[in-house]
């Protein structure tokens, strides 16, 4: 079974950037679909943004213009650019393998006003 890793997270102003990096543990990550999801206190898991096996990608409206989302397949890695970020945008950010339902364990990213 997969198992994600995410890491990158942190505190920020509001305006800066982070990098979050999911890596991939298992073969069936360069074949498939990588999302990114996020959670903020009290609300609901909120979908981000999703990379396909070759590279297309699709965002929310919230962060479409702010966000890329890229993947390395050699590496087993999917990785989120962050600019521009928002007090809005706190939240504990996932890293997620459709297949299999996979879920890492979460990155705490927290911008401040």
């Known amino acids: 079974q997969v198992q994600l890793k995410e890491s990158g997270g942190g505190l920020v102003q509001a305006g800066g950037s982070l990098r979050l990096s999911c890596v991939a543990s298992?073969?069936?990550?360069?074949?498939?679909?990588v999302d990114w999801y996020r959670q903020a206190p009290g609300k609901q898991r909120e979908w981000v943004a999703t990379?396909?096996?070759?590279?297309?990608?699709v965002y929310s409206d919230s962060v479409k213009g702010r966000f890329t989302i890229s993947r390395d397949n050699a590496k087993n890695t999917a990785s989120l650019q962050m600019n521009s970020l928002k007090p809005e945008d706190t939240a504990v950010y996932y890293c997620?393998?459709?297949?299999?339902?996979?879920w890492g364990q979460g990155t705490q990213v927290t911008v401040s006003a």
């Open positions: 997620h393998l459709p297949t299999g339902d996979a």
């Open positions: 990379i396909n096996h070759i590279g297309l990608t």
């Open positions: 298992g073969s069936i990550f360069s074949h498939n679909s």
